[in-house]
């Protein structure tokens, strides 16, 4: 029938007739399925009676020509002998270690698919590539540009400094990026940072809702502010004490308030803050400026936020608005020296060539030019930054204006005289005692701190020694 004898000799013959003398190797199944597998890690080695001989640059028996294929980069060759003849039936990854079957006569499939999946050669592809940076702890990492990480610090950019919502889509903020910081910057939309805000706060919203639930008991203050845009928001800032005993605020509501600013419609709207937190029955004080309507509110408010402490210690005073009216009253009783410097000064600043002839003055004789601001009503600190700049430039001042303000005619009367500036040089010594006490009320908690103890003795002294002072008690009782 033409067929093949039982023989086994003839058997082998014509098999490798047929197919050629690499008839008996194994076929790997595993490289033509899907998934890497156990079946593509060789178990053994070779037969009994062969050696393995490890290489990576010799090739198999009957292969002459290098290995043209960039997979055997990361995989080291292993040969065996067999019959004589060396012949290379293993790769072993030069990465992880591990061994995959890989005779000459098969493809490279499994090992491409092992060299794209393998952690250890990952790791170290990433590491080579990123740049190193210092940890918070001191230590040396590494450090990758993460595109989430940039979005996120963006839009936290934008609320903190009040950025316009499309300003990471900027063409003037993309160049900066790519090309001071980082070519792979992605530019990001407005429509995406406004999600991304709306989360944001949701998150921190959630966050301070949890932390809240823990405190035991809260101090609140609230105020009313406008904005730019000339709208009235009424911002409730809370005071506690966390769980590692440190002592935190935060703001918990920002809400505008476009009635009347009257005591109803201010208990109503931290009424409503507090208790979307639940902290109706954990307030133990509110601290308050002196305005009708603040007190107004707290009648409202006392009967439904007493029940942690009662409504004996509940209202306190702000202590830096007690300042504000103190100092208010002070300059009052010398308005009419603090006007002449306020006329002198407008004078000044309303001709631009006369601001250049002061300034071109100051350098004729050796001191440092510098523009002088008027104050605002509202702000007595700007009052005393005003004397504070204007004082050392006593003896220049004086002169200049003096010549330009009369124009030089002899016998008009002096806009500032010595009065002027012996009373401005004293007020300015207790207007700094009442603003360094206000910023430290500014930043410090506690108000029976040494530091803010210091500043009330110290205001104590002055009054003191300065009681005697006759030209000064002259001042102020002719003023009266």
């Known amino acids: 029938m033409g ?10 013959a014509g098999r490798e007739e047929l197919f050629g003398r690499n008839a008996n190797a194994l076929i790997d199944l595993v490289d033509a399925g899907d998934g890497e597998g156990d079946a593509g890690v060789a178990g053994s080695a070779t037969g009994a009676g062969a050696s393995v001989d490890r290489d990576t640059e010799s090739t198999g028996a009957k292969r002459n020509r290098p290995c043209t294929s960039d997979v055997w980069e990361d995989y080291e060759k292993i040969f065996s002998i067999e019959n004589g003849k060396r012949v290379r039936f293993q790769a072993k990854c ?3 270690g591990k061994f995959y079957a890989a005779p000459s006569n098969f493809g490279t499939r499994t090992l ?11 790791k170290k592809s990433r590491s080579s590539q990123s740049l190193l940076q210092f940890s918070l702890d001191g230590s040396l990492g590494n450090w990758e540009y993460s595109p989430e990480v940039a979005r996120t610090q963006l839009y936290r950019l934008i609320a903190r400094l009040d950025l316009p919502l499309g300003f990471g889509d900027c063409d003037a903020f993309e160049e900066y990026i790519k090309l001071a910081h980082n070519p792979r910057f992605a530019t990001v939309s407005r429509q995406t940072t406004s999600r991304d805000l709306v989360k944001y706060y949701t998150d921190r919203r959630n966050k301070v809702t949890k932390t809240l639930v823990a405190a035991l008991c809260v101090a609140l203050t609230f105020d ?20 590692d005993w440190d002592l935190e ?10 009635v009347s600013h009257n005591g109803d419609n201010i208990a109503e709207c931290v009424l409503a803050v507090l208790q979307e937190f639940g902290l109706t029955d954990k307030v133990v004080s509110l601290t308050l400026d002196n305005a009708s309507a603040n007190t107004s509110a707290m009648n409202i408010l006392s009967p439904q936020i007493s029940g942690y402490v009662g409504t004996l ?18 300059l009052k009783r010398i308005s009419h020296y603090l006007d002449a410097f306020r006329t002198t000064i407008s004078f000044l ?10 300034k071109y003055y100051c350098i004729i004789v050796n001191e440092r030019p510098r523009k002088f601001q008027l104050d605002m009503d509202v702000r007595w600190t700007s009052t005393y ?20 303000y009369s124009k030089g005619e002899e016998g008009s009367p002096m806009l500032l005289t010595n009065v002027h500036w012996y009373v401005v040089e004293h007020i300015l010594t207790f207007l700094e005692l009442f603003y360094d006490l206000t910023v430290a009320l500014s930043v410090v908690y506690d108000p029976t701190s040494p530091l803010i103890l210091h500043h009330i003795i110290e205001i104590a002294g002055h009054l003191n020694n300065y009681e005697n002072d006759c030209l000064l008690r002259s001042v102020v009782v002719h003023e009266k």
């Open 3 to 12: 067929g093949v004898g039982d023989d086994e000799e003839d058997l082998q």
């Open 94 to 96: 030069l990465h992880c």
């Open 349 to 358: 600043n309303s001709s631009n060539q006369r601001i250049a002839s002061y």
């Open 313 to 330: 210690f509940l209202h306190y005073r702000c202590a830096c608005h007690i300042i504000n009216l103190i100092v208010k009253s002070g």
């Open 249 to 258: 605020k935060r703001i918990i509501g920002l809400r505008l308030i476009n």
């Open 112 to 122: 491409k698919r092992h060299r794209a999946a393998c952690s250890v050669r990952n």
């Open 385 to 404: 930054l005003m004397l504070k700049y204007l004082v050392p430039h006593k003896q220049s001042f004086s002169v200049f204006i003096q010549t330009h």
């Open 224 to 243: 009313i502010w406008y904005d730019n845009a000339k709208e009235d928001y009424l911002s409730v800032v809370v005071h506690f004490v966390s769980a």
